[in-house]
C-alpha cells in the first residue's frame, strides 16, 4: 500500500471507519420462523486452507486439541471440502473455530458470518476484540477465546456445556437473520447508495497508515 499514495479518495471495506463501509455479513430482522438447528453428531470443526505455524490461531488451535475433540477440513487438511459440502458438514457440529487469519480493527469475516452463524452452529472466535463483535452480533451469539484464561480453560467450558446452556446462545436466531455479503455487485451498489454523502476533495496521502491505524 505504500506506493498507493495520494491515488484515492474514498476507501470501501469491512472498517467501520470506512467511507463506504461493507461488512461480510450482518444480522438483519427475521421474517417467518426460526429454522431449527440442525442436528449434531461431532463436538468441534475447523476449516482452514492456509495453515501457517507462526499464526496465533495456528498456535491456538495447537493448544485447544488435546483437550478438545476438533476435525479439520479444508485446503490445509487432508479433508478438503467442495463449496456444496461446506455448511452441511459443519452444521452437524456444536462448534466452529471462527478464527481469523489475522486480527486486525473490525476483521470479521464469513468465518463467522457463513461458516459459523449461517451453518446453525456456535462460532468460537479469535480476533478482534469482544466489543467489536458486540458491535455486530448480539453478545450472547458467540464465544470469544479472549474470555478464558487459557486454551484448556476454554475446552473445559466448552465441553462442559449442556443442551439448554448451548440452546441459549441461538436465541437470537428467534428475531434475526444472517444476511451475507459476498457479491461484488452488492459492495458496488453501496458506492452509489453513500455517494451523496461521500467527501469531496479528499485523498489518502498515506493509505498504509490509514489501513494500519
Known amino acids: ?64 486439541a488435546p483437550h478438545l475433540p476438533v476435525d479439520v477440513f479444508g485446503r490445509a487438511s487432508r479433508q478438503p471440502l467442495c463449496a456444496d459440502c461446506l455448511l452441511p458438514t459443519v452444521a452437524q457440529y456444536l462448534f466452529y473455530l471462527s478464527f481469523e487469519n489475522s486480527q486486525h480493527r473490525d476483521y470479521i469475516t464469513e468465518k463467522f458470518w457463513q461458516n459459523a452463524l449461517a451453518a446453525g452452529t456456535l462460532p468460537v472466535v479469535l480476533g478482534p476484540p469482544r466489543a467489536t463483535y458486540e458491535a455486530f452480533a448480539p453478545p450472547d451469539a458467540f464465544v470469544h477465546v479472549d474470555d478464558f484464561g487459557s486454551a484448556r480453560e476454554l475446552a473445559a467450558f466448552l465441553t462442559s456445556m449442556n443442551e439448554s446452556h448451548y440452546r441459549r446462545y441461538f436465541a437470537w436466531r428467534e428475531r434475526l437473520q444472517v444476511r451475507l455479503i459476498g457479491d461484488w455487485r452488492e459492495r458496488f451498489c453501496a458506492i452509489c447508495t453513500r455517494y451523496p454523502h461521500l467527501p469531496r476533495g479528499q485523498v489518502y496521502q498515506d493509505l498504509e497508515g490509514w489501513f494500519q491505524a
Open 1 to 64: 500500500l505504500g506506493r498507493l499514495r495520494g491515488i484515492f479518495n474514498w476507501v470501501l471495506s469491512y472498517r467501520r471507519d470506512s467511507d463506504i463501509f461493507v461488512p461480510y455479513g450482518c444480522l438483519e430482522p427475521r421474517e417467518g420462523t426460526a429454522p431449527p438447528l440442525p442436528a449434531k453428531s461431532g463436538v468441534a470443526v475447523w476449516v482452514v486452507s492456509n495453515f501457517q505455524r507462526r499464526q496465533r490461531r495456528a498456535q491456538l488451535y495447537q493448544q485447544l
